[in-house]
């Protein structure tokens, strides 16, 4: 599971929990947002790079 190895994923849990949801539907939320990440770099034929999506999520946070 991603909770264990990656840090925004963690943290994303976390959130959801924090906001009162249930663990099975705090993951579904993880893995709707892995979802969308597995897309771009499929449609983009890119590998997945955490530090690109840790960057692109603060620059966004800051936005």
Do not use: N
């Not at 949801?21 to 790079?49: E, G, M, S």
């Amino acid at each position: 599971m991603s909770i264990r190895y990656s840090y925004w994923a963690q943290a994303y849990y976390r959130q959801q929990r924090e906001k009162g949801k249930k663990h099975h539907v705090a993951v579904r939320a993880l893995a709707f947002k892995w979802l969308r990440i597995l897309y771009r770099c499929w449609t983009d034929r890119k590998p997945y790079d955490e530090t690109k999506y840790l960057f692109a999520l603060k620059r966004r946070a800051v936005a």
